[in-house]
């Protein structure tokens, strides 16, 4: 275990606290109607995205060690089970056994911070059926919102091409434990720091920070209050310069920023929080640059994402480094993915349904990805577990163990998953990069297919079930479902 | 105390657990600064939105008794002064006195459940600056998201007319303390029922859940997953019937649910995750209707919000019932509020900022709402705190103490906050339940207007202000910034 990443985990779910209950009713009733079953067969469940949000290309698996400390946590406590007997959902024999359920079962997933496609398993789960129906709904929520996050974050590096971000997602995160997950993914796609104390505390990163208007507006005036917080700041200073008006203030700023360093201090930047970032970027280093004040950087906030990121980036605007939260905690131009958690086997036969929209691919699997002599990923694809490697290139899988027989394996460290994941954004194709759509207004699409074996086994198993279940043969059941490639 | 209200609070946040590093760094920074430059007046803060995002005619407050609750846990303990110090942002001492910082100050706030607008405070806090300060992302963070889900929830419920509605948020939740937040504010606003049984439990209200694909497909066939489910569910018993074809899987529920009515049991309903819900529940109520099933309700889910729930009610699609989840939890169409809170005072001095498209206004308020006389909502009036209650008409004030030196005061019980909340949605003029916008695209607007004493002290201020900051006039300056009435 490292210091940095379990932390969290142990700071906000106390060792002791069982997270069993944490469940859809529906899961519980069914692993009590399972048990009555006697059902003890082996299930594979696969965890995966259906399809992309609009505008998204990729997404960045995150998640993954927040969802394996959860299952080690199966299981409640004897006030737990006669809570869930007095639903009358649950016989109390049951909801007994239930409660003692601890899971057993073998795990493999998508380490966190690689980009995955839709389709692609990010975690399949091995185990008991009771072990792995009651992990669905902790899995899923652990994986979901930290997957999210990621990639918009992953999109706001890339729009910033360099320059520093930093978090500011608290305050309009969904919770506590949700600010956490922000920094995380956020640090976890490259950006610089956290104004999050707290999270930057519990993960081991740097938490950086500046001043707000409350500061000023508390000061007689403006020149008063960066007087006070020069005299009172410890650290890099920064102003803020927008409260009453942006370039009055840098005004301020620069005679400040002349007599410090008349006596050997520096104010290391002006931050930026409302208007027009651009014109007022460009002014305001003109005027920083004219009054000699070159080293003084610019950093912007105020309601950034990619988009505006990018938008000042390809502008040109002379901005150093940004701000974003509210639009990355919350995800805001995409905030749900289509994440679902499939029974694929089940006693060693194939599983899958064939709900309109939501057909799922069965059987246990890996998910092979193709790089060429540069190192650039070229196509993935997903094939059934028990397949040979493909031959004829430089394909590694994706799929790793991460908990054997209950017992979690080595955990990388959060800064080797953020190195990693600098260098497999490095190698995606670059319009996958790409912030805004293309002129057609479409997202690029990286190509993922499936392997012969699993594509036939599938169709099979589709022709199989539907003769089953007594529905007539379809067009469709002779064709796989993952269409790109 | 209410049991219900407090418990999720103290499974989450042991009561030793401070909470006080749970703050952007630069409210940690400030604050050492107004220590270090004897700033002890005392400072009001407002907590409001600034708009409404596109699509929404009211707001649901929420979030309230958390953000209290988080208030009493105000600094931190020696381990967590030493990190702070360790950032080199905070002097030694200085993060010892933050670490003993405790709120004693007055916080007067909204209800949880009532229906607010923009620019009114839903919250403020009177306390010494340093206190204040250190509570803002706290708070912010606390109410933020409730009131975000509270409102979408609430749209649902308008939609629904009278259906139950039942939350599915867990699995796509952003966190497990998120998913409890769902819950409660599904239920403030008027859900039957959660499908999440730690939330249920903590909260002390209904759980409820059917059952999911994995255990039709674990079963020989749906016919046998259908008997096995009857024999082994507990409950009302649901059938889910899309896994492989919805009217396929009817007729094996029909055959059933007859089978069963000879032996005195019945088939509650049937559930569909999948397809057009609209011709799917026609023809699965018709075919159980001619199956003399008339009792057998349908349930349907999948991706639904307060969009697919108008369409479908609207269009008589005969569905008894609906399980929302996954758009509610992320609120998917307005995943952002734009909420902020403001200095508005300190040491008795109004304060304001005059950043674009970010003024405040000035001094502590109130926020009066008209009703006419058979009770309905007219209109709302943002006064001065200070000014005496509007005369000629049946004026409420919305904001109320709920803290005072420190100690809260009476909590409302949940089940109470839920019972005024359906109350007053049903004053709401009826166009601003509307969940589709009007012809021109736009949602209702409710008249808001702001007292003349109010305005006027505003206008004054920023006439001041940018005299003391040696700016123009400017036009604005003559005008108040609400500008609906």
């Known amino acids: 275990m490292t210091s940095t990443d379990c932390a969290r985990v142990s700071t906000s779910e106390p060792a002791e606290l069982r997270l069993g209950l944490v469940a859809d009713l529906y899961e519980l009733t069914m692993a009590a109607s399972y048990h009555r079953l006697g059902m003890q ?89 009771v072990e792995a129906q009651l992990a669905e709904s902790l899995i899923l929520n652990a994986l979901h919102y930290p997957t999210l996050v990621a990639t918009k974050a992953a999109r706001c590096v890339a729009a910033a091409r360099g320059r520093p971000l930093v978090d500011f997602g608290l305050r309009r995160a969904p919770g506590i434990d949700a600010s956490a997950d922000v920094a995380r993914s956020c640090w976890l796609a490259g950006f610089a720091s956290t104004s999050n104390v707290d999270a930057a505390r519990r993960l081991g990163i ?22 006070a917080w020069s005299r009172a700041a410890v650290g890099p200073l920064t102003l803020l310069v927008d409260t009453y008006d942006t370039l009055n203030g840098t005004r301020a700023a620069i005679e400040l920023a002349q007599r410090l360093r008349g006596e050997g201090r520096a104010v290391a930047a002006v931050r930026l929080d409302s208007g027009d970032l651009d014109a007022l970027s460009r002014a305001v280093r003109q005027r920083l640059d004219e009054a000699g004040l070159r080293y003084v950087r610019i950093f912007a906030s105020g309601g950034l994402d990619e988009y505006s990121v990018d938008r000042l980036v390809r502008a040109g605007a002379p901005i150093d480094g940004f701000g974003v939260g509210t639009r990355v905690g919350m995800s805001s131009d995409a905030p749900v993915l289509d994440m679902a958690y499939k029974l694929v086997e089940y006693a060693g036969a194939p599983c899958l349904k064939l709900s309109t929209s939501k057909v799922t691919l069965v059987g246990p699997k890996q998910v092979w990805r193709l790089r060429d002599a540069g190192g650039r990923f070229i196509a993935d694809r997903i094939a059934a577990r028990d397949e040979p490697a493909p031959t004829s290139g430089d394909w590694e899988p994706l799929l790793e163990p991460v908990v054997s027989q209950g017992r979690r394996l080595e955990r990388p460290r959060l800064a080797e998953l953020r190195a990693a994941h600098a260098a497999e954004i490095a190698c995606l194709p670059p319009e996958l990069r790409a912030i805004e759509p293309d002129a057609a207004g479409a997202a690029a699409i990286y190509p993922v297919s499936l392997s012969s074996v ?32």
Chains 1, 2 share one sequence.
Do not use: N, Q
């Not at 299952?71 to 737990?80: A, I, P, S, T, V």
């Open 41 to 129: 067969g082996r299930a594979t469940f696969s965890l995966f995205v259906r399809k992309l949000p609009a505008h998204r290309s990729f997404l960045v698996a995150a998640g993954l060690d927040g969802a394996l400390a959860r299952l080690e946590r199966l299981g409640f406590d004897d006030e737990g089970a006669a809570y869930l007997a007095s639903t009358g959902h649950v016989r109390p024999e049951e909801a007994a056994v239930l409660a003692r359920t601890r899971f057993t079962g073998d795990v493999r997933a998508v380490r966190e911070g690689r980009v995955v496609f839709p389709d692609e398993p990010l975690v399949e789960v091995d185990a008991p059926i």
């Open 206 to 227: 740097p938490a950086s920070g500046t001043v707000a208007h409350a500061f000023i507006e508390a000061m007689p005036d403006e020149r008063a209050a960066f007087e």
């Open 454 to 485: 699993l594509a036939e086994r599938h169709r099979a198993a589709v022709r199989a079930t539907r003769r089953r279940e007594g529905l007539e043969p379809r067009p469709a059941d002779g064709r796989a479902t993952v269409r790109r490639s």
